[in-house]
């Protein structure tokens, strides 16, 4: 049957369809040449720890809708969900959107103590803009931050370009127009007045947890050498009253040391290491065929550390 000969309802579906099966970001997209960097990916523990220093948002997003005893489960599947919007298909996209919100729907309460300046009895939501944005935010400024130091710098105007497909995903997301900066100009200014505003204080619930399943993932055997490093490198890029509120202790000569271990990743080992070594392998990736639901399960299966 040619294309023609179908009946028109038939054929605005297949349209539709085909549409929806695009993909959200096409290749070639800023947002994927930097998040399929393997350093890039590197990044997540910081913005871990940086989500965790809200301790309204640690709440909602950490101890309210994880175990602490096992919350891997919950934060691989936090990276899936962006993965798959960014190297997924729009029909992706929107399960994620679905998926995600109704998650987020069901997550409400009150904190039970005082921190900082949010006294006991704070309400929160999932779906709460404000704390939606600085979890997504976090998890941005360190994408950035690693590709610029690891991979190489980027210019004003693929600064804003990046930060305009980020605001793609964060309508995903939930987060709408007027949710999210702008500009990247704005995003800048927002990330430093949220680090000056006394809106992060880390707990020591926050503390203990955030040490003990950030710096200790479940990693394939063969990364484990690497470990330490990656944990040095993580602490060092932490904002400086981050890094003192989670209690890591200065090591002398340390930012001297890993600065130059991220010149020689800039400008040596990344230039020379074939792209096998320096990418996200495309095994990990969503693949188009595959509803996010059934993306989820099989993560469940494999279980952390399974890439």
Known sequence: MTEASRPPVERRARKRAGKLDRPFFPEGSLIREVQRERVVALSGARALFMQAAHPVAFVGFFSHSASLDDPH?????????????????????????????????????????SVGIFPAGTPFRGDDPDLLLWILAAFIDSSYRAFEKYVRPLSPVEREELWQEWRRVGDIFGLGPFDMPS?????????????????????????????????????????????????????????????????????????????????????????????????????????????????????????????
């Open 73 to 113: 489960p919950r934060l691989a599947r936090t990276a899936l969900a962006v993965n798959t919007v960014i190297f997924g298909t729009e029909r992706q996209a929107e399960e994620v959107r679905q998926i995600v919100g109704d998650m987020h729907a069901r997550v409400s309460g009150v904190t039970a103590e």
């Open 183 to 307: 500009s990247h100009e704005i995003f800048e200014h927002y990330i430093e007045g949220m680090l000056g505003s006394g809106q992060l204080v880390v707990t020591p619930e926050a503390r203990d947890l955030a040490r003990k399943v950030i710096l200790n993932p479940p990693l394939p055997t063969w990364l484990l050498a690497a470990k330490e490093l990656v944990n040095q490198m993580t602490v060092d890029s932490l904002p400086p009253d981050l890094r003192r509120q989670f209690e890591f202790t200065p090591v002398p000569g340390r930012g001297v040391a890993l600065s130059l271990f991220a010149t020689w990743v800039r400008w040596v080992g990344n230039p020379i290491a074939p792209r096998v070594v320096r990418e996200v392998p495309e095994m990990v990736m969503p693949a188009p065929d595959r509803n996010y639901a059934d993306i989820v399960e099989l993560v469940a299966r494999q279980g952390p550390g399974a890439r």
